[in-house]
């Protein structure tokens, strides 16, 4: 698998991570709510909250990691790991996140981070 394969599993992901903490809050809220602007709504159960978190987590991280993905050696099997790691390490921090496992979700972003340190450093060495 290639580099840009495993970036759009990301974009996948990343992109389907709203739908839990959405979809308790249309449970939770009822379906006008959530969809209107009120600022004094209950708040999210705890799981959702962190879900949304997650969520935000990955997308910050994802505007550092798509880019390079890009800019890298395209035939560059070593960047393909590196992008399969990152997959993989958010993958696994969205989980632990959600389950509020504090040490696998700080080692889970450390891992996706040197995943993209890893693929930034192959494009300027």
Do not use: C
């Not at 308790?24 to 799981?47: C, H, K, V």
């Not at 395209?74 to 393909?80: C, M, P, R, W």
């Not at 399969?84 to 989980?95: E, Q, S």
Request: no cysteine; net charge positive; hydrophobic share 55%.
């Amino acid at each position: 698998m290639t580099s840009t394969y495993w970036l759009t599993l990301t974009l996948i992901l990343t992109g389907l991570m709203w739908l839990p903490y959405i979809l308790q809050s249309i449970l939770g809220r009822g379906l006008f709510e959530t969809m209107g602007y009120d600022d004094n709504l209950p708040p999210l159960a705890p799981w959702a909250q962190r879900a949304k978190k997650a969520h935000y987590n990955a997308v910050e991280n994802l505007v550092l990691f798509a880019p390079a993905v890009l800019a890298s050696p395209t035939k560059d099997g070593t960047v393909a790991t590196a992008a399969m790691v990152y997959f993989a390490a958010r993958a696994l921090h969205y989980v632990v996140y959600v389950a509020k496992v504090p040490v696998l979700r700080t080692l889970t972003f450390f891992a996706g981070w040197a995943a993209t340190i890893y693929i930034a450093y192959s494009i300027i060495a």
